[in-house]
């Protein structure tokens, strides 16, 4: 295998005593291999050549050399298939496309979305005004992505991403101007000297060393948040913590412009996350930014998504950086005494008034840590938390901790004068340790609720099959053809655009095949098991669009061309209505009896404060901004509510109510209850009364009759069920599932009463 640089073929040295540069070396003489690299590679029998960014080859130079080279075969690859230039052209010898729609569309990139001001005029302000509008909205989206990456990686276990923001400049004298606004002081107060790096071809010397080094290294550089650039990031600079891209003056290449853009695509955890803002690319262009949609996009897809920045309430990212707290649940604080912080700095525990802070030594505080590492170990044995107090299992956990304290244990300091050190945790006595181990079960078993962890198996094999149908429906069908203009309008000035939609690389033989090719992108279909039922159904909406097009094959071929991913969408929904699925029955079978809480994250708007849960809300809307405090019964000291009607009432609720013994709001991943394929269902609460414990979902009332609130309560319901399977085994309490409408939530109710009117039980039909 040889890999080189187009360029390094390109260069001829023809001049005798030449200077040895390493671009002219592929074609001067080898010694050793008796002609030059170039020769012995274009005389190979079986030189097979691979282009990476093929469209850099196209220029005259390249193609020459490549076809020099005598290739038996040439695999172009690129994101961007067509020339460079002032009038580029479409390849026309692609055998795969995979364009942006598609890649949006499962998932594989990140949304992109134009930011911009809500009601803003940009003709309004001067041109100067207007680029630091735009840096200053690019540096408050970038803050607020930043809080929430950090949100996100705490609460699933993630690594920590760090954003950077990518601003486009027109030439190096506007880098550098650009530069010296955002390092001075009164750009948001000097925060960001020394954390830009400007890259273009003007740099020379270590200062071009240096920002091509932090450019390299900017996934993992603390240091660097802003790059600002001209001309030196196209090809082979790949990067997945691109957020922010804020592009000041248009772009003369539309090949440079789609390269720019895609450096913020990738995805950093290697899938959509579901979380808007980690899935999301943000393009600050408060003006002309209909220029950038065009450039980036396929003619088969469009950004729509607009996100709006600034103190408005509707704003969807705030003009000031939210702040993040993180807390351990109540049992943390208590056995290790380490206290929730925000920002960096540490809180005092509100733990409901009755509860004082705990004074923890060192010492203790570290074997308490090591218990709860020893009692997450230990919970896979046991049916759950009250199996904590058996001896034989107590006995087991001090040897853990113990010899989790000697691995933990650094080498003995054997400085002069540090004979006297404070022990190390592995010299901690038997006694301490049993002490503490005793304290932390004890106290788990008192503020932990037993939720088990349950996986759902099939008994046997399930398989599936579609089964024959008719279409219903047909008369709605009624797409009309999309005029050229439309579809060129999203690639400006490219006069052969629409040969990316109607040329021979993407025509069909027959015209079923364009909404065949789109079914079989579902997971759930067998092309070669259904194959004679996708064409029996495409043909069905075949005929239906040429009866309603008059027969014209023109008008036919452009709709299903353009429609064609709503076409394969309306039979795909049909067949999931006739599917035939191996009757089976399903088994729950209990992989841990109870699980450690894990540490929480929540994040506040600017200015927001840890408020009492009971404190009056002036303004409904807010609220999913705030975070809470001033629990009794909670397992964690705060927690956020998205309702006020419905989730942060019912607190209150269980707070007041005396047969409630503690809840929580469940932390992301604590449950497995899968109500779809591969989507999982999250209760809004767990509670644990007296004589019961209790899935509950407070819901909006108009929107207890929903297709998916009622799936997620069979789902849970059927949870329930293997839960108190487990539960009847080994003494436990019964599981009930709740589905609340908001409007019964009201002080001065009672869990017993909602019980007895909204426990879910399954309809029958």
């Known amino acids: ?36 690299y170039f020769d012995y590679l274009a005389g190979l029998p079986d030189l097979v050549v691979l282009m990476d960014e093929a469209h850099r080859y196209y220029a005259s130079a390249g193609a020459k050399a490549i076809n020099d080279l005598q290739p038996v075969l040439g695999i172009e690859l690129t994101a961007t298939p067509k020339t460079v230039g002032a009038n580029p052209r479409q390849f026309a010898n692609i055998v795969y496309h995979y364009p942006l729609s598609r890649a949006l569309q499962d998932g594989y990139v990140k949304i992109p979305a134009v930011a911009t001001r809500k009601d803003f005029r940009a003709d309004s302000v001067s041109a100067e005004r207007l680029e630091e509008i735009k840096l200053e909205d690019g540096i408050h989206h ?24 990518l601003v486009v400049a027109q030439d190096t004298a506007h880098a550098s101007a650009l530069k010296a606004v955002i390092e001075s002081d009164g750009f948001f107060q000097g925060h960001y000297k020394g954390r830009v790096i400007e890259v273009h071809s003007n740099l020379s010397g270590d200062e071009s060393d240096e920002a091509m080094q932090r450019l390299l290294a900017v996934e993992h550089d603390e240091k660097t948040e802003v790059v600002i650039h001209v001309n030196k990031l196209k090809e082979g600079w790949d990067v997945t913590n691109l957020y922010t891209i804020v592009p000041l003056r248009a772009s003369a290449s539309e090949i440079l412009t789609e390269q720019t853009i895609g450096r913020g695509l990738r995805l950093p955890f290697g899938k959509r996350t579901g979380v808007e803002a980690v899935d999301r690319l943000c393009i600050i262009a408060h003006d002309r930014f209909q220029d950038i949609v065009d450039r980036a996009n396929d003619p088969e897809s469009i950004i729509k998504k607009t996100v709006y920045i600034g103190a408005t309430e509707d704003a969807n990212v705030p003009d000031k950086q939210p702040h993040l707290l993180n807390t351990g649940s109540v049992l943390d604080i208590l056995c290790t005494g380490r206290q929730p912080e925000q920002d960096g700095k540490t809180l005092a525990a509100d733990l409901g008034g009755d509860t004082p802070a705990p004074t923890i030594t060192a010492e203790k505080s570290r074997l308490a840590e090591l218990t709860l590492r020893a009692v997450q170990q230990e919970a896979s044995r046991l049916p759950g938390s009250k199996a904590l107090s058996d001896e034989a299992v107590q006995q087991r956990l001090v040897a853990t901790v113990k010899r989790l304290a000697e691995e933990a244990a650094p080498p003995q300091a054997s400085l002069p004068g540090m004979e006297a050190a404070t022990p190390t945790l592995s010299a901690s006595p038997d006694a301490l340790v049993a002490e503490v181990v005793r304290h932390v079960t004890e106290r788990l078993i008192e503020l932990t609720i037993d939720v088990p962890q349950i996986t759902i198996l099939p008994t046997r ?6 089964q024959e149908f008719a279409l219903a429906g047909l008369e709605k069908i009624n797409f009309q053809p999309v005029s050229q203009e439309l579809l060129l309008q ?28 789109q079914l079989i992108d579902q997971d759930a279909i067998d092309y070669d098991e259904h194959a004679d039922l996708l064409y029996a159904l495409a043909g ?8 309603h097009l008059g027969g014209d094959e023109a008008k036919l071929e452009n709709v299903l061309i353009y429609w064609q991913r709503q076409l394969a969408d309306f039979i795909w929904t049909q067949m999931q209505q006739h599917v035939w699925i191996t009757p089976t029955d399903y088994v729950g079978k209990v992989t841990q009896g109870f699980d450690v809480l894990k540490p929480a994250s929540f994040t506040l708007a600017a200015g927001e404060h840890p408020r009492d849960f009971r404190a009056p809300i002036a303004d409904k809307r807010l609220v999913r901004q705030m975070v809470f405090k001033g629990f009794k019964k909670c397992c964690y000291p705060y927690q956020k509510f998205q309702s006020v009607d419905g989730e942060w009432r019912f607190a209150q609720l269980l707070e007041d109510d005396p047969d409630v013994i503690k809840w929580m709001k469940p932390a992301p991943g604590q449950f497995r209850i899968e109500y779809r394929n591969g989507h999982n269902y999250e209760p809004d609460f767990v509670v644990e009364t007296a004589n019961a414990c209790l899935l509950v979902e407070p819901k909006r009332a108009d929107q207890m009759d929903q297709d998916e609130v009622q799936t997620k309560a069979r789902a849970a319901l059927r949870w329930c069920g293997h839960a108190n399977a487990h539960a009847a085994a080994h003494g436990g309490k019964r599981w009930h599932y709740l589905l609340v409408p908001d409007t019964a939530i009201q002080l001065g109710r009672s869990m017993r009463a909602l019980c007895t009117e909204f426990t879910f039980t399954e309809k029958l039909s």
């Not at 187009?6 to 002609?35: H, P, T």
């Open 1 to 36: 295998m040889n890999i080189f640089n187009i360029s390094k073929i390109n260069a001829r040295d023809n001049k005798k005593g030449a200077a040895k540069s390493s671009v002219a070396r592929v074609r001067r003489y080898q010694e050793y291999l008796g002609e030059s």
């Open 142 to 165: 970038h803050e607020f992505v930043k809080v929430e990456l950090e949100n996100y990686a705490r609460s699933f276990n993630q690594p920590v991403v760090k954003p950077f923001m």
């Open 461 to 466: 094999e399930v398989n599936y099959r579609f």
């Open 490 to 517: 999203h690639l400006e000035d490219n006069k052969q655009a629409r040969i990316q939609w109607e040329g021979s690389d993407n025509q069909e033989a027959r015209p079923e095949d364009y909404i065949v090719r």
């Open 540 to 547: 069905q909406l075949v005929a239906r669009l040429r009866e």
